[in-house]
Every structure is written in C-alpha cells, then in structure tokens.
C-alpha cells in the first residue's frame, strides 16, 4: 500500500484546513485508514482513524473540532479540521493498517498561529 498525502499549511488559530491522503496499491487489504501527528519533540500521536470493525475513533484533543472520512473504496480519506488551535500544529501522517503491516504517506505540515 502506497499512501500519498496532501493539504495542510498555514491557518490562524479558529481557522480551518483539510488534508486529503489518498491509497494505491493492495487498498482492499487495509483494516484501518486514518491519520496521526507529531509535534516537536513530542510523540507520534493519533488524531483520527477509520476501522472496518469498530467504525470511526478520534484523539480527545480534536473531538467535535476534527472529522474524519473516507470513500467508498477506502482508496482515500479526508481529515477536515476546524476551531484550529496553536497546540494542532504538527507534521500530519497519513496511516494504513493492514493484518500483517503499517504503512505511513510522507507528513504533511500544519502550522496554526495564534
């Protein structure tokens, strides 16, 4: 699985941006598509995931701010995110799973100024 991310930059704190990250490859065998960040000098953390099981999970810290969604053929998901704040900024991975591996698309940066 190959994933290729695209979106983020620049926004004022209360603003708004989307990423999109879209999946070639063996799509059919993803479990779990979603995204994660990593703040400097923090750990790699999830922000929102989609699974075929359990549905859709989020970080606390984006609830009722962030949502995430995919299409029909989980070739691709969307993360929209709105009520930005500073602590949001972050470099921003796009994440598959499948049964045996874990694939990440190249980050993506978000700065948010306050």
């Known amino acids: 699985v190959q994933l290729q991310a695209s979106g983020g930059g620049l926004a004022q704190a209360g603003g708004s941006l989307s990423l999109s990250c879209s999946a070639s490859g063996s799509t059919f065998s993803i479990r779990v598509i979603g995204w994660y960040r990593q703040a400097p000098g923090k750990q790699r953390e999830l922000v929102a995931s989609i699974s075929r099981e359990v549905g859709i999970d989020y970080a606390d810290s984006v609830k009722g701010r962030f949502t995430i969604d995919r299409d029909n053929t989980w070739n691709s998901v969307y993360l929209q995110m709105n009520n930005l704040k500073p602590e949001d900024t972050a470099v921003y991975y796009c994440?598959?799973?499948?049964?045996?591996?874990?694939?990440w698309g190249q980050g993506t940066l978000v700065t948010v100024s306050s």
């Open positions: 994440n598959a799973q499948t049964i045996r591996n874990n694939y």
